[in-house]
């Protein structure tokens, strides 16, 4: 999905509501309870990690600063949780969203 200057995927938009979800795995992207890195081959995995956390951080800044709602949800995290906290996000966004409009965007991150 094209956000500015920028290319993002997530993987699953919400266009009407401008919400951009990620489910993120707890090994590729270093979950803080679940992810770990490999004892082998340390200098392969090391940069592999970072860069996966940087372009994490570059596709929230380029949906947040574009007014879109970024929300990342773990893999651990159970499917109710993970819907209680979607619902919870629609029912705090606006029914039309759009470009220019004046509500910043928002990241929240459910654990």
């Keep these: ?3 500015d200057d920028g290319f993002v995927r997530p993987d ?3 266009t009407r509501r401008r919400i951009a ?16 890195s490999p004892s082998v081959n340390t200098s ?3 940069p592999k990690f970072e860069r996966t956390r940087e372009r994490d951080q570059d596709a929230n800044k ?10 990342r ?13 979607l619902e919870h996000t629609f029912d705090h966004s606006g029914h039309n969203r759009r470009e220019g409009c004046d509500s910043p965007g928002s990241l929240t991150v459910i654990e």
């Design 44 to 46: 392969y995995w090391a």
């Design 62 to 71: 380029l949906l947040i600063g574009a007014g879109w709602q970024v929300v």
């Design 21 to 36: 979800v990620f489910i993120d795995g707890c090994f590729w992207h270093s979950c803080p309870l679940h992810g770990g």
């Design 12 to 14: 699953i938009v919400f």
């Design 73 to 85: 949800i773990w893999e651990h995290v159970p499917v109710h949780a993970a819907a209680d906290a």
């Design 1 to 3: 999905m094209r956000v």
